[in-house]
């Protein structure tokens, strides 16, 4: 595997890779790497001759600065887990290479999406999102571009930059399952920072749209979410939002839909906010 810091030699490199016609996929992350973040270098080899993994804590995606600060950083371990799972390239830049000095963030124009669910909750997020990501597509450049489901607005967000940087021709998008601790807690970064006790009660998160995926279309919509929050907050939790929505618009539903619709949760543990969500039909 190699490592570069810089973005002009790994351009210069991948693209003496295309030259030679290899198909080039690229998982971004911001590291403390899980078998969630494995799946996807795993996906991107099974379709591709060389896969790139990125590791930058985005700060401008953060809007609570002490989360950004307590982000958990695992490098040395991060880096034998990609070699392992046979990852080629990491790009591992620091902040100046990403916003290098004098940089002007451009606003993306996302629509309704920004506005919504989690970015309702944490405003600038999803306009961080797009700095990076775009950032990352230039100079990787890929053909195919992997990300997780658990975060599945940020997919859509993702779609549409992609979109409106008019790549969407050029660069396939991939989303991927996401993967679960056996008592079915979403595997993530921040799970690192929950006490074994407070992990335990995370799962009640994928408990609980579990119980909204049984239940959808028994029970009216607000029953179920009236009873989806009372099981959040007996195991401790504090909740931002549990929604039913639309999947394919992320809007909330005011009544039953036969398809294409997702239960999303975002909810904190020990101060540590934790998203999860899963199709219901
Ligand atoms: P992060 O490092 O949290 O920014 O995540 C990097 C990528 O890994 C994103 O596309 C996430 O959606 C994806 N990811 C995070 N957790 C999981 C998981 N449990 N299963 C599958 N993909 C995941």
Redesign the pocket.
């Known amino acids: 595997m190699i490592i570069f810091k810089k973005a002009a030699p790994l351009s210069l490199h991948l693209q003496a890779r295309k030259k030679q016609s290899l198909k080039v996929g690229f998982v971004?992350?911001?590291?403390a790497l899980h078998a969630?973040?494995l799946?996807?270098i795993h996906a991107g080899k099974a379709d591709n001759d060389l896969v790139v993994c990125s590791i930058f804590v985005n700060p401008t995606q953060f809007n609570n600065h002490e989360d950004f600060k307590k982000y958990p950083n695992t490098i040395a371990p991060d880096i034998e887990k990609l070699y392992e799972a046979g990852c080629c390239v990491l790009f591992l830049p620091n902040e100046k290479e990403i916003y290098p000095a004098g940089y002007q963030p451009k606003h993306y124009d996302l629509g309704e999406i920004e506005t919504i669910w989690e970015g309702h909750y944490r405003p600038g997020h999803f306009q961080g999102v797009c700095q990076v990501v775009e950032k990352l597509l230039d100079v990787v450049a890929p053909d195919n571009l992997y990300?997780?489901k658990?975060?599945y607005q940020?997919c859509m967000v993702v779609q549409k930059l992609v979109t409106l940087m008019g790549k969407e021709n050029e660069i396939a998008l991939h989303f991927?399952d996401?993967?679960r601790e056996a008592d079915g807690l979403?595997?993530?970064?921040r799970n690192m920072r929950l006490s074994a006790e407070q992990k335990k009660a995370a799962a009640t998160i994928s408990k609980t749209l579990a119980y909204l995926k049984l239940n959808y279309g028994r029970l009216p919509l607000n029953e179920l979410k009236e009873k989806a929050t009372v099981q959040l907050e007996e195991n401790g939790f504090i909740i931002d939002y549990v929604g039913i929505a639309d999947s394919k618009t992320l809007k909330a539903l005011q009544e039953h839909k036969q398809q294409d619709t997702i239960a999303l949760i975002a909810a904190s543990i020990g101060g540590v906010r934790l998203i999860d969500n899963m199709i219901l039909n």
């Open positions: 971004p992350t911001m590291g969630g973040h799946s996807l990300m997780g658990k975060d940020q991927v996401t993967k979403a595997m993530s970064s």
